[in-house]
């Protein structure tokens, strides 16, 4: 079966850094591409950060850029999300998913189509 | 950024009825649009993608369609497992942007 698992969540001070982990099992980790999805608490979703399977493309919301930096371990089957300098509003539920490509008609398109159950993380003093 | 704006952003409904909510981007994305349920307290789960492509094991009684700026996702009769919130997601640029997301309840 066909698994996400997120660990490494937790209460944090304003300033403080955290690091996520994403554990994938039941497919093969290194042939997709892997997201962090976001939710603060009472809100919508809210795309983190993206990374292609060699680690060659990482893409980020800009509110992140140059705070978190996602990264993988494919022999591992891991995700990781390293959080610093977090602030209040990166309070939320993280969510990782599976990026994968479905294709149309001659057009390959975006999906996150396998998701965790998510890991909290509360920023407060 | 791509803004993606849902409407309405919550309805009620009763059993059996049509829903119909809307997903409008804040510039052309062609079809490169799919929609998401997440039911409270659970991660959410994908639905369709290319704007009106099904995915697998999704009940017929969803449909989505549109494309450029303007998309649709249908339920054609409304059941009690759909109570959930809805959002839209562009893949045509990064960063991916969701909509704010439609809360569907039953009367």
């Known amino acids: 079966e066909v698994h996400l698992v997120e660990s490494g969540g937790g209460l944090v001070q304003p300033g403080g850094s955290l690091r996520l982990s994403c554990a994938a099992s039941?497919?093969?980790?290194?042939?997709?591409?892997m997201t962090w999805v976001r939710q603060a608490p009472g809100k919508g979703l809210e795309w983190v950060a993206n990374i292609k399977q060699d680690e060659s493309k990482k893409y980020y919301v800009d509110s992140v850029k140059g705070r978190f930096t996602i990264s993988r371990d494919n022999a591992k089957n891991s995700l990781y999300l390293q959080m610093n300098s977090l602030r209040v509003e990166d309070t939320a539920v993280y969510f990782c998913?599976?990026?994968?490509?479905?294709?149309?008609?001659?057009?390959?398109?975006?999906?996150?189509?396998?998701w965790g159950q998510g890991t909290m993380v509360t920023v407060s003093s | 950024a791509i803004q993606m704006t849902q409407s309405p952003s919550s309805l009620s409904a009763s059993v059996g009825d049509r829903v119909t909510i809307t997903c409008r981007a804040s510039q052309g994305i062609r079809n490169e649009l799919g929609w998401y349920q997440q039911k409270p307290g659970k991660a959410p789960k994908f639905l369709i993608y290319g704007a009106s492509n099904l995915q697998s094991g999704v009940p017929s009684r969803f449909s989505g369609s549109g494309s450029d700026t303007d998309f649709t996702l249908t339920i054609s009769s409304l059941q009690p497992d759909d109570v959930a919130t809805y959002y839209c997601?562009?893949?045509?640029?990064?960063?991916?942007?969701f909509g704010q997301g439609t809360k569907v309840e039953i009367k």
């Open positions: 039941g497919f093969t980790f290194g042939a997709y591409w």
């Open positions: 997601l562009q893949d045509n640029n990064y960063p991916r942007t």
């Open positions: 998913a599976r990026d994968s490509n479905y294709y149309d008609s001659g057009v390959y398109y975006d999906a996150f189509d396998i």
